[in-house]
């Protein structure tokens, strides 16, 4: 089986004289949907080159954005009990040890909750790096990349473009 890299090399003009290639490829692991440019396309800064199968992407945002949203409700509500809790302790209705268990919960609620905050953050993250972007303005001198080619951050997967920035 052949493995192919989808590379996509952008010229760019600075203001020396020596040229330079830079070459681009994803940041997250996916399938390629969609190449937006040809090699010999003159490229703007933040110009996007390809874009990767964004279903899953987004369907990771939608869970965990749900995630964040479900464990505010339980911490909010570990928080309510809590008080009272704390209330029926002063009012010498319950023990130290249903006091404890409260706490316990509560705090059991802001780690998940915080947990789910921190996923939300990365799958947005992700989900901003399955497209492609040029970085600077420049010439795409080479797109060795395709539709449908499997981009693999684990394995030694080739850029996708080739930007020249001379």
Known sequence: MKKFMFILILSVLPATSWAAEQALSFAVSGVVSAVKVKSGAAVKAG???AILDLVPFQANKRAADSAVKSNKVILDLATRRLDQVRELFEA??????QVELAETAQAQARIDYENARATATV???QLSRATLKAPTA???TSTPGYVGQVINLKASTPPVMVLNTH
């Open 47 to 49: 110009q996007v080159l």
């Open 138 to 140: 420049g010439t795409i």
């Open 92 to 97: 010498l209705s319950t023990s130290a040890e």
């Open 123 to 125: 799958t947005g993250w």
